[in-house]
């Protein structure tokens, strides 16, 4: 157990519509980290918010968007959902602002299918 | 270009045997992080190791060993006297010491049979 939680476990959501995926990080971390990970690949960097303000990004477009909360919680907010969305979508909190090199505590992932 | 190539996609040993994991990475960065983190079938992944581009030695925690080789780019690991529960797919990671971004391989699966 790593102390990090996602929810919902699975969701499916049709072409178009709007998905919000949560995390709640370890007491004490101010570092999340968002991932996608399609079926049979490694994860992708989305991106990482570090005391409620993104701190990098990767190459996914705006509609990929995030929030992060002073509770250690944090959102993932997809729009337009496409079907190459469907993934496993993976939230990581680390103490400090990483340059990664801080050990990512991993939760167990949210499903997403989209139809 | 911030690559990691794990060319195994699967391998398939019997408990006992021990299995070496291989991966390839390319960065121009003089520093950088490597990991290793296995994800079994319940999805989460989990920390196994963590080096830095200037500690090159060997390490060993009980039956897992790491060799990082850098004239090679190459940061292989192996389990020892595998057991079933070592089932899982294992992915190798990079750290770029230029930006926060965690590069991943594709993974390999590991399949221990009984």
């Known amino acids: 157990e790593t102390g990090v939680t996602q929810s919902p476990t699975h969701l499916i959501k049709t072409r178009g519509q709007q998905v919000t995926l949560r995390c709640s990080s370890q007491?004490?971390?101010?570092?999340v980290s968002w991932y996608q990970q399609a079926l049979g690949q490694g994860p992708q960097f989305i991106f990482q918010?570090?005391?409620?303000?993104?701190?990098g990004r990767g190459n996914f477009p705006p509609r990929f968007s995030g929030l992060q909360f002073p509770n250690y919680s944090s959102e993932l907010n997809v729009n337009a959902l496409e079907l190459d969305d469907s993934a496993l979508y993976l939230c990581?909190?680390?103490?400090?602002?990483?340059?990664?090199?801080?050990?990512?505590?991993f939760g167990p992932g949210t499903r997403l299918t989209v139809l | 270009a911030q690559k990691v190539t794990q060319a195994q996609t699967e391998i398939s040993v019997v408990e006992k045997e021990d299995v070496t994991l291989d991966c390839v990475y390319e960065t121009r960065d003089t520093t950088y992080y490597l990991f290793w983190y296995k994800q079994p079938p319940s999805g989460e992944l989990v920390f196994l190791i963590r080096?830095?581009?200037?500690d090159e030695q060997n390490e060993i925690s009980g039956r897992y060993s790491w060799n990082f080789q850098k004239s090679t780019s190459s940061f292989n690991f192996t389990i020892t006297a595998s057991q079933v529960v070592d089932s899982a797919v294992y992915f190798c990671?990079?750290?770029?010491?230029?930006?926060?971004?965690?590069?991943w391989g594709a993974g390999t699966k590991l399949i221990i049979k009984p």
């Open positions: 990671a990079l750290s770029p010491g230029s930006n926060y971004q965690l590069i």
């Open positions: 918010y570090y005391r409620e303000e993104e701190n």
């Open positions: 007491s004490g971390h101010n570092t």
């Open positions: 080096r830095n581009s200037f």
């Open positions: 990581a909190s680390s103490l400090e602002r990483a340059r990664s090199y801080n050990e990512q505590f």
